[in-house]
């Protein structure tokens, strides 16, 4: 093995994941570059199952971890290719998300804006196929560069074989816990064309003329808007938007839409619509509760948040609780978009 892989012991996740959970990994390591994983595999020091670990704004640590946490801090964004239209952009695994949109839209390079301001990192954007007030990671991902633990070899993906869906990708699925995203190719535009069909960006541009909209002026809405409805983690702990918007058949929402005329949904277009958790949550009335030192935030409901919590059960104790009062009035099951580990 490499001599400059160094697998650290008994590691505290606090500074490593939003929810703020203090629990322990019992190997740790953090990777500059592909070759150092493949260093750690080929020399049987992967020994347990791994978990990859980028910015941990997604996942719940219930309890000290035995597996191998591997943090990626791979750096580096490069034009690839070009032509008259588009633009082909690479960048690293452990690029911070929000830095990457901002770098790419001052370089001209258009496509991310709608997904300004979400936590994470590059690498896991492809994983959970990250989106945001219409727009998602499979609509600018052009393919997905990564290392199998079981074939010993690092392949390319193209958007057709990482199998998106919402919130979804093959890496959950048949890739699950052997591979590793090294890096990732996007397929961005030479023009900005703003995608403005949510609401709430809708109103927040409402007073900005269409010719003086900027990408930069873009992205920071997109940015206010969800700073109104989430919490910064570094004041208060959370895992961001905590459930999946359930999606429905017609029949079950129009069922649904009888009974509560006021029910907030996005029809999809293929004959199914997008419920919203956050609105079925707030009906239930536990906007500001809090159970085992976990609250439903009082300005999103979809959010919960870390009132004392000490461990990764009382957030599942929560989320539960929520989940089965929203089954117990409109019989739809919420999913958590929080990973359990």
């Known amino acids: 093995m ?47 199952p791994f978990f990859v670990l ?24 490069s034009l690839q290719d070009e032509d008259d239209n588009c633009v082909y952009v690479e960048a690293q695994a452990g690029e911070v998300w929000d830095g990457f949109v901002d770098h790419c839209i001052l370089n001209g390079w258009y496509g991310l804006e709608n997904l300004a301001g979400i936590p994470g990192t590059v690498g896991a954007s492809p ?9 998602e990671a499979k609509d600018v991902v052009e393919r997905v560069h990564c290392f199998d633990t079981v074939t010993g070899e690092q392949m390319w993906l193209s958007n057709e074989e990482c199998r998106f869906g919402y919130r ?18 996007f397929r961005l535009s030479r023009s900005f064309v703003p995608d403005i069909g949510y609401k709430a960006l809708s109103d927040a541009l409402s007073g900005v ?8 002026l873009f992205a920071a809405t997109v940015r206010s808007v969800r700073d109104s409805k989430l919490p910064n983690p570094k004041n208060l702990g959370s895992a961001g938007s905590f459930f999946k918007n359930p999606v429905v058949s017609e029949s079950v929402y129009q069922e649904i839409k009888t009974l509560y005329p006021e029910l907030v949904a996005f029809n999809l277009g293929d004959g199914t619509y997008k419920l919203s958790a956050g609105w079925m949550i707030d009906s239930c009335g536990l906007k500001g509760q809090a159970f085992s030192g976990v609250g439903v935030y009082e300005k999103q409901a979809l959010v ?14 929560c989320a539960n609780a929520v989940a089965d009062a929203v089954y117990a009035k409109f019989h ?3 999913t958590p978009e929080a990973i359990f580990i």
Do not use: W
Not at 209 to 216: I, N, R
């Open 2 to 48: 490499s001599s400059s892989v160094m697998i650290k012991e008994n590691v505290s996740l606090k500074p490593y994941n939003t929810f703020g959970l203090d629990v322990v990994a019992k190997r740790f390591v953090e990777l500059h570059d592909i070759g150092e994983f493949e260093a750690i595999v080929s020399s049987g020091e992967l020994k347990t």
């Open 54 to 77: 980028g910015g941990g704004s997604n996942v719940v640590f219930c309890s000290d971890n035995d597996m191998l946490i591997v943090h990626p801090v791979n750096k580096g964004i």
């Open 127 to 135: 994983v959970q196929n990250v989106g945001a007030y219409g727009k």
């Open 168 to 185: 979804d990708s093959v890496f959950k699925h048949d890739l699950s816990g052997r591979c590793l995203v090294d890096r990732v190719l």
């Open 209 to 216: 003329p269409l010719e003086e909209l900027t990408a930069t």
């Open 304 to 317: 919960l948040v870390n009132r004392g919590a000490t461990s990764g059960e009382d957030v599942r104790r």
């Open 332 to 334: 739809v099951n919420l």
